[in-house]
């Protein structure tokens, strides 16, 4: 299961705009960078007047893992995560997040990622 095509985050304005200006959160094994959604940039792909209130983007470099299957079942194991816990809620605010993944990510187990990703939507304030 990917992430809704409404749920994606999108664009090199949007990265830019996250990497320069986004607020940081750490933990062992990623870092989540979070800021408020900039109205004035153009989100490509998305046509619609309505918007969701939160889009998310993941980043798993080839120092992660060299093979792309690894680095692929990682990615679509955050989209899956991501997307049963972020639909349903409801922001005031429509907010960008990009989660990276450090190297030594592969020495946790999937199960131990997705609670340290938890943590960091619980520290930022996205969930509670």
Sequence with gaps: MV???H???KGHRCFECIYKEGSRFYSPSMVLRVIK???KLPIKGIKSQIRPSIKCAIS???KVSKKSVTRNKLRRLFHQHLTSKLSKM???NEIWAFFSLKP???Q???SDLLKEC???LIKSGITK
């Design 3 to 5: 992430l809704p095509k």
């Design 7 to 9: 749920m994606r985050l």
């Design 37 to 39: 959604a900039n109205t």
């Design 60 to 62: 798993i470099s080839n």
């Design 90 to 92: 409801e922001f005031d």
């Design 104 to 106: 030594s990510c592969m």
């Design 108 to 110: 946790n187990p999937n």
């Design 118 to 120: 938890d943590k960091l």
